[in-house]
């Protein structure tokens, strides 16, 4: 496994959240680097399983050699059909660590980060096909703002859709370009942030984010068993609004669906109040500053 290919947020207390016992399955949704799965590997003992899912090639060549580990190189929208088929039925734990990774960020040809100049990629999955460059270059500017204000939450959405359209049809093919034109509608003093706004809304659209997390947190009602963990830190607030709504609703809406009677239709209740990391570990890794972790556990 290869060690600095990401340094794991929250790993202690996510892990914990779990309460790992004996004889009990696990699943680590996001995979990455491996570090929580390692951590979870070390408080499991011999009878126990962990189940780990990610798309991205590169986190594939980070898999951990225990025979009571198993990597599944599909993202954690297939969470039912792939236990299905190593015949599950339900598991003790599920942990999700929704942040990119340090490697994805600090590898240029993956397009992430506004920093390095790299192809417009930003694929969590290299074999699909949509990628940043196709959105910047061939989606409406309707669909840019929309996009720009859902998942950035940009006040300016239409301003900057407009001004990317207007450089067509000369092509915005890599992250500088981007960047260059991105500044003639940004502020000099937050142009940092605004861009990182913008960068997260392209990447959200080519992964689909917000429409596989949905999914994931539907199945995980169906995979946990009654008692079971749900460990999931996000970084951004569309992100953790779904989560504590999911978590507090069994929805993503403000109020709880209810049956014929009026009750509410609950499937979690939530373990202690939301986790932050401490000043030392933001101190150590910065890209921590952001993380939320809610824990809950399945009535």
Sequence with gaps: METMYHRPVLLAASVSGLNICPASVYIDATFGGGGHSQEILDNMDSQ?????????????RNAIDDSRFTLIPQNFGYLKRFMKFHKIDKVDGILADLGVSSHQFDTP??????????PLDMRMNQQQELTAKEIVNTFSESALADLLFAYGELRNAKKIASLIVQHRPDEIATTMQLNEVLRQVLPKENDYKLMAKIYQSLRMEVNKEIELLQSFLTQSKDVLKSGGRLSVISYHSLEDRMVKRYIQNGNFDNEPAKDDFGNPTLYFKKCGGLVVPEKEEIKQNNRARSAKLRIAQRL
Aim: avoid cysteine.
């Design 109 to 118: 040809d993956r397009g992430f980060s506004i920093r390095f100049d790299g």
């Design 48 to 60: 126990s399983k962990l189940f780990a899912f990610d798309h991205d090639q590169d986190a594939q």
